[in-house]
């Protein structure tokens, strides 16, 4: 049964920030604009009882009654041969049923083997095997949650040989076989895409842009070495004018979506970020002469 403390609330097809908890207390007393927030969901998996879940928790609630709210996880590990973690998963769904986000998602990755957390998101090799792994994972996350879910493509630095489709066919077919939804991260493309060395927009073109709910920029950093350039996702700087210009080409392609900002390490003031904010916001009102679009997944 659904927490009554929220109802649902729709994210807006407009622009939002991730809200680390650095910047809470400013958030908490300026109420910036933002059209919505989105939270990592792992850092608000404490005890839920009457009382309340402690003073993170409770913050997030206050910001709740005035903002949309989309939960991201970074811990479920959709890739893991072995199946989703039990307890993580319930204390998860807990806290959907707690806050009422308007989306969730999770990323393409694995990150648990044997019971051991790692510390980081770890590609898949794009097989028959892994995909029908991912598929198994995202049905059982789903139905836990009562919910549809979004998957987020990742950015990735190597490749598995002997793969059998491409990122962009394994995310189209995940959606087909599930009925998840897509976070698109355009940041990762464009990482990806430069690490790898292929083009981006085709692989914008081969994905059901219907299924995405949400969409991600950020920051990376440029790695360079005497034999390469290598472009790591490290949400630790403004975003590129090339992330921004394919943001642009996937409006052009999907339409109106709600953008997020996201800014994870050297994190800077919080008027910084806000004006990462105000330029996904301008490129979203570029291509929409409508009042904005709402995504919502009950």
């Known amino acids: 049964m659904a927490d009554l403390r929220f ?9 939002g920030i991730g809200l680390r908890h650095a910047h809470v207390p400013d958030f908490l007393a300026e109420r910036p604009a933002a059209g919505w927030i989105e939270v990592h969901s792992e850092n608000y998996l404490v005890p839920l009882g009457p009382a309340g879940g402690g003073p993170r928790l409770q913050a997030l609630e206050t910001l709740r009654r005035d903002y949309p709210v989309s939960c991201h996880g970074v811990g479920l590990s959709l890739g893991s041969a072995d199946g ?11 806290l959907y049923r707690r806050i009422q986000p308007g989306l969730v998602s999770e990323h393409l990755a694995w990150s648990v083997a044997d019971g051991t957390y790692l510390n980081d998101l770890l590609p898949l090799p794009y097989t028959e095997e892994a995909l029908q792994t991912v598929a198994r ?17 990742p950015s ?3 490749a598995f040989p002997g793969a059998d489709m491409p990122e962009w066919d394994f995310l189209a077919e995940l959606v ?5 939804g897509l976070l698109l991260d355009v940041n990762n493309i464009h990482v990806s895409a430069h690490n790898h060395g292929f083009d981006p927009d085709p692989y ?4 059901p842009l219907d299924a995405v709910g949400e969409i991600h920029v950020a920051g990376h950093f440029i790695h360079e070495t005497p034999a390469e350039t290598l472009l790591i996702d490290d949400h630790g700087s403004p975003v590129s004018d090339a ?5 642009a080409r996937t409006l052009a392609r999907a339409g109106r979506r709600p953008v997020l900002v996201e800014w994870d390490t050297e994190l800077p003031p919080l008027s910084v970020l806000m004006g990462e904010r105000e330029k996904a916001e301008s490129l979203l009102l570029a291509w929409s002469g409508t009042e904005p679009e709402t995504r919502h997944v009950a």
């Open 7 to 15: 109802a649902p609330a729709p994210i807006p097809a407009s622009a």
């Open 84 to 94: 989703l973690d039990p307890a993580h998963l319930r204390r998860l769904a807990d």
């Open 137 to 153: 994972n995202v049905d059982r996350a789903q139905e836990a949650f009562g919910r549809q879910i979004l998957v987020e493509n």
């Open 156 to 158: 990735s630095y190597i």
């Open 176 to 180: 087909r076989r599930t009925g998840c």
């Open 204 to 207: 914008l073109d081969a994905l």
């Open 243 to 247: 992330v921004w210009a394919l943001l």
